[in-house]
């Protein structure tokens, strides 16, 4: 994103300007770090191409878009965490923003116990609170992720964790309409439906980027941009 860069004008928000345009520059070199260490399992190699029901899925953008981006993640997982605060703001303002394609979070849990339980209780939160909230609390929970690699694979998020986790962002009455879903097993089949898609596309590792169906294989963000803009001219957008 160099024509950031030239962008940047003397003012009150210059220097915002410039720490996003620098933060840009990091997400183009981190998008291929992410994606050749991210967190692996013995899976079949993903597939290229898939039909995806993408209803009742949490996204980010517009319902207009033309493309959709998902991003395969585990709450538990490291690299997904640096994806989603480093990453994925940059994808949202060059991707997302500009009406060229709506981001999507689908559930792949596989590292450990706690991955399983905060993907449904997310699950609960989407159902009850909605999409934005869920967004808020998904963001929350990766800020949360212990940074001592020794917690990566033990159960650290019970369910006072995540409840505790939603209470900074939710008041008490809606936490208890979304702590009664999870009870209730109400996410269990959203959870699960993300879980198969995982399964059927063969995705490796978290993160793991599908556009439109179509595994990413690149390893710059400009590569991201370029698929999704061919991906929209061929839907003659």
């Known amino acids: 994103m160099a024509n950031k860069k030239k962008t940047v004008k003397r003012g009150n928000n210059s220097s915002s300007k410039v720490v996003f345009w620098t933060i840009g520059i990091i997400a183009v070199f981190l998008l291929g770090f992410i994606f050749l260490g991210n967190q692996s399992k013995p899976v079949e190699k993903a597939k290229t191409n898939e039909t995806i029901d993408y209803s009742n899925e949490p996204f980010l953008g517009k319902d207009s878009a033309p493309v959709s981006i998902i991003e395969f993640g585990d709450y538990k997982c490291p690299n997904c965490k640096n994806f989603s605060e480093e990453v994925v703001p940059v994808i949202k303002q060059e991707l997302v923003d500009t009406g060229k394609a709506k981001f999507y979070f689908f559930n792949d849990s596989f590292i450990s116990t706690d991955s399983i339980r905060s993907a449904k209780f997310a699950e609960s939160v ?80 978290t993160p793991t980027i599908f556009v439109d169906g179509k595994l990413f294989t690149g390893s710059q963000l400009q590569d991201l941009i370029d698929m999704v803009d061919k991906a929209a001219q061929q839907k003659g957008k």
């Open 126 to 205: 989407y159902q009850e609170l909605g999409n934005e909230t869920f967004w808020k609390f998904h963001d929350l929970l990766y800020s949360k992720q212990p940074k001592d690699p020794k917690y990566e694979k033990m159960d650290v998020y019970d369910e006072q964790f995540l409840v505790n986790t939603l209470k900074e962002i939710a008041s008490d009455s809606d936490v208890n309409k979304v702590v009664e879903n999870f009870h209730a097993k109400k996410s269990d089949a959203a959870w699960q439906k993300d879980m198969d898609y995982a399964e059927k596309l063969g995705v490796s590792g």
